[in-house]
């Protein structure tokens, strides 16, 4: 007699122990779990200048995924570089799979950061990186070497700033 399973792959926060992300995913993957570990990218000043880092969404803490009616969630609490399965009332607290997805589409650090689209005079652009991170500009020209000159609103006046084409992963249009 066979019987038809349909997988329930559930999503599960795990705490990590300090400075064990990499023990623990590779851990967890080698006994059957896929895991979700966000990052982002930040803009920090450090003396005169500014330094983009790669910090963690959510420090010491893991997603985890697995079918609860094929794997015990037990074995997650014993993994080396796991400090425990986040749990209540005896019984881990599951995360919702929309909730998952979104953050994968938003911290996804494989995404493609290209532009896909030329700017053009009068197009607006949000800065993500560097130094005037989360300013918006406005595209004043873009010249035949494809350098791109923006207006840039920022303490009260407004600046004129060149932008290169390597800088392309530095905004997006907005």
């Known amino acids: 007699?066979?019987?038809?399973?349909i997988s329930e792959k559930k999503w599960f926060i795990?705490?990590?122990?300090?400075n064990s992300y990499n023990i623990a995913i590779q851990n967890l993957e080698r006994q059957g779990f896929e895991t979700f570990l966000p990052k982002m990218n930040i803009t920090l000043r450090q003396k005169n200048?500014?330094?983009?880092?790669?910090?963690?969404?959510?420090?010491?803490?893991?997603?985890?995924?697995?079918?609860?009616?094929?794997?015990?969630?037990?074995?997650?609490?014993?993994?080396?570089g796991v400090s425990k399965i986040?749990?209540?009332?005896?019984?881990?607290?599951?995360?919702p799979s929309d909730l998952i997805l979104e953050l994968k589409t938003r911290y996804e650090i494989n995404r493609n950061l290209m532009q896909k689209e030329n700017l053009q005079k009068g197009d607006s652009i949000k800065f993500n990186?560097?130094?005037?991170?989360?300013?918006?500009?406005?595209?004043?020209?873009?010249?035949?070497?494809?350098?791109?000159?923006?207006?840039?609103?920022?303490?009260?006046?407004?600046?004129?700033?060149?932008l290169q084409n390597v800088e392309k992963n530095k905004y997006k249009k907005f």
Not at 1 to 5: C, K, V
Not at 49 to 63: D, E, L, R, S
């Open 49 to 80: 200048k500014f330094i983009i880092k790669n910090v963690y969404v959510f420090p010491g803490y893991m997603f985890v995924c697995f079918d609860p009616h094929i794997i015990s969630w037990t074995k997650i609490n014993s993994t080396y």
């Open 86 to 95: 986040l749990a209540f009332n005896k019984k881990p607290s599951e995360v």
């Open 129 to 162: 990186l560097g130094p005037f991170a989360d300013l918006i500009a406005k595209v004043e020209s873009v010249d035949e070497n494809n350098r791109i000159w923006v207006i840039l609103e920022a303490m009260g006046g407004y600046q004129r700033v060149k």
């Open 14 to 18: 795990a705490q990590i122990k300090p």
């Open 1 to 5: 007699m066979l019987i038809n399973y």
